[in-house]
């Protein structure tokens, strides 16, 4: 299945050392150009900076239908990197969009893309055996500002079974 990703995933779990958790579950994330000037030149020193520009498995795309980023960017108020991405999934036919911004996922959603966050990156990556547990780096991203609700952590940990 292909999988494109926003940069926010990307800058999370590289923050806590796990970027490499999407090359283990997915093989390649398709990133469009805007993301990538995001994460890689506009976020220069910062977390997934480095990362995601020696990532092999990260694959940049320009994106063709730019009428459509600007109607996305329009309509819902997203941002250049949230609209390239949800319009790369349709480009590139991708099974899966990874973004955490609920706006964001609200409009892939709304043009039937199936989307995962962070969060659900790390019970995939418990589930499929590339981490023991969801607690830990969860409570990592907490600590450096990422923001959850206390129902959806609590839902989260139970559905991880480490209550």
Known sequence: ??????????????SI??????ASLFHTIHIPN??????VAAGKGRAGSEEVARAVWIERHEIKKKGDVAKLIR???LG????????LVKEINAGLL?????VARKCAASQKISVIG????LLLAKESGFIKSVREPLGELLRGGFYLSPSSYQKIITIAGEN
């Not at 805007?34 to 994460?39: A, C």
Request: aromatic share 4%; proline share 2%.
């Open 17 to 22: 050392s796990l970027l490499d958790l999407l």
């Open 1 to 14: 299945m292909s999988v494109a990703a926003d940069s926010g995933p990307l800058i999370s779990l590289a």
């Open 118 to 121: 962070t969060a659900g990156i």
């Open 75 to 77: 309509e819902y108020g």
């Open 98 to 102: 990874i973004v955490d911004d609920r």
């Open 34 to 39: 805007s993301v990538y000037q995001e994460v």
């Open 80 to 87: 250049k990197g949230e609209s390239e991405a949800v319009v």
